[in-house]
């Protein structure tokens, strides 16, 4: 049974994105017991969610990091390169300090971690349905530290110093992809794939490719998947 809303307002639909299936369903429960909220439907994958927004037209799409093959990151840019892109919030296990900053320039317009309690998940779907931004306080305060230009702040781990396609090569090879794998998920030229090894290997001052697989692995297995 829906709850009463404390406004009357229209019913706003939410499309759900992530790999877990008991996270889609726990998720749809929070969010179809409220009034004003409901799931107009569920994908676990980049092509499949992009096909489910253009045919369902959401209000608002929640987002995973991670997902089957290409990561939510890569989906929030091409969502917001459409015409009339819904909103797109991050609900994800993965550190803020990493991934929130990457999530607001991809295009979303905001970052929640699994972690948080119901109620302030709902808080923050409502904030960006309404037009709003949602971090927590402390990346709201790292955000506009940064922007007040209060200088470079040194990176709290190396994987900060990747790009975002660089950081779903390094996850993709701490799952134990091959690097023809890793072309196909992502799309990309062996050639391409091999340059960005060498790059991962250059910014995280590796020396070996075995160096470069032991430290994806221990990172992914770190960041729990």
């Not at 037209?57 to 969502?79: A, F, H, Q, W, Y």
Request: aromatic share 2%; with cysteine.
């Amino acid at each position: 049974m829906k709850r009463p809303s404390h406004k009357a307002k229209a019913i706003r639909r939410v499309c759900l994105v992530d790999d877990h299936p008991v996270v889609r369903r726990g998720l749809a429960q929070l969010i179809n017991q409220e009034a004003d909220l409901q799931v107009c439907g569920e994908a676990d994958d980049l092509p499949t969610a992009l096909a489910l927004v253009r045919r369902a037209r959401p209000d608002l799409v929640l987002v995973d990091i991670t997902l089957k093959g290409r990561s939510g990151l890569e989906l929030i840019k091409m969502l917001n390169a459409e015409i009339s892109a819904p909103p797109a919030l991050v609900v994800s296990m993965h550190d803020e300090t990493l991934y929130a900053e990457r999530a607001l320039r991809a295009g979303a317009r905001g970052y929640v971690m699994k972690e948080e309690a119901p109620e302030g998940l709902l808080t923050a779907m409502r904030k960006v349905l309404d037009g709003q931004v949602h971090l927590s306080d402390r990346m709201a305060a790292r955000v506009l530290q940064q922007a007040a230009g209060a200088g470079a702040r040194p990176a709290a781990s190396p994987a900060e110093r990747l790009s975002d396609r660089e950081l779903e090569v390094f996850r993709l090879l701490g799952r134990g992809r091959g690097t023809r794998q890793i072309a196909e998920t992502l799309n990309l030229s062996v050639k391409t794939v091999e340059t960005y090894r060498a790059h991962l290997m250059a910014k995280l001052q590796l020396q070996s490719a075995p160096e470069l697989i032991r430290h994806a692995v221990e990172w992914v297995h770190a960041e729990g998947g």
